[in-house]
């Protein structure tokens, strides 16, 4: 079975400075990897998602997050942070093959931006 | 496009009660996904659809929690009776295929409290 950890519960932060959200995962086969954003009383929307191929991988609102397959990592990282920014932020895994439109979410990352 | 739409957004019930979340999914997307998020951590599957077949309902608690998918397109989650722990937001999302790597959309959820 597949499971994620997100290390930081909250990550308070300033703005304009860089922010670093830690995700690991666990899985015996190929996985896919995803990093989903929820502000206040929405949705997850999409920020950005690995499939194959370059392990670094650039999403919008200026995220991106660099896969790591030997440390099973998938962090996600913004060298400049908005107020905008201030959500919560899920890691989620997903398997390759039959069984593999799973999606396993992490416990998730408060981000605060503080002026 | 419109996208993923639930009603109601919030709904304040006693236990014991019935209540039903309906879900409209992207126009064409034939995969359907129930999500249960309880505060501070990730969503979490309850039932998928390919169409209108339920093809993993193993995390729904069948005594109490039904779903149906009528046609193949809208959906409706059924809580009868509900039970104080059942105060969660629940999120229903679809997608255009059934495999890992396809981008699963959220839509904005239900909000349950239950008194």
């Known amino acids: 079975a597949q499971s994620v950890t997100q290390l930081d519960s909250q990550v308070p932060v300033f703005e304009e400075a860089p922010v670093e959200l830690r995700c690991n995962y666990s899985?015996?086969?190929?996985?896919?990897l995803f990093w989903y954003v929820q502000y206040p009383n929405q949705g997850l929307q999409l920020l950005l998602k690995?499939?194959?191929?370059?392990?670094l991988v650039k999403g919008i609102n200026g995220f991106e997050a660099e896969f790591n397959k030997s440390q099973t990592s998938f962090h996600l990282r913004k060298p400049s942070v908005h107020i905008s920014d201030t959500a919560e932020y899920f890691c989620?895994?997903?398997?390759?093959?039959?069984?593999?439109?799973?999606?396993?979410f992490g416990g998730g990352t408060r981000v605060l931006v503080k002026p | 496009e419109a996208g993923v739409v639930q009603s109601p957004r919030y709904k304040i019930i006693e236990k014991k009660q019935p209540v039903a979340f309906w879900c409209n999914p992207i126009?064409?997307?034939?995969?359907l996904y129930w999500y249960l998020q309880n505060l501070g951590q990730g969503p979490e599957l309850l039932i998928r659809?390919?169409?209108?077949?339920?093809?993993?309902d193993s995390q729904l608690p069948k005594d109490r929690f039904s779903a149906e998918r009528l046609k193949g397109v809208d959906s409706t989650l059924k809580i009868q009776p509900a039970e104080l722990g059942d105060s969660a937001v629940y999120l229903c999302?679809?997608?255009?295929?059934?495999?890992?790597?396809?981008?699963?959309?959220f839509g904005p959820g239900t909000r349950l409290t239950v008194l």
């Open positions: 999302a679809s997608s255009l295929g059934g495999t890992g790597r396809n981008e699963q959309f």
């Open positions: 899985s015996s086969v190929s996985v896919y």
């Open positions: 690995y499939l194959s191929g370059s392990t």
């Open positions: 989620a895994v997903s398997e390759s093959g039959a069984a593999g439109n799973k999606l396993t």
């Open positions: 126009s064409g997307h034939n995969t």
């Open positions: 659809y390919e169409n209108e077949e339920a093809v993993d």
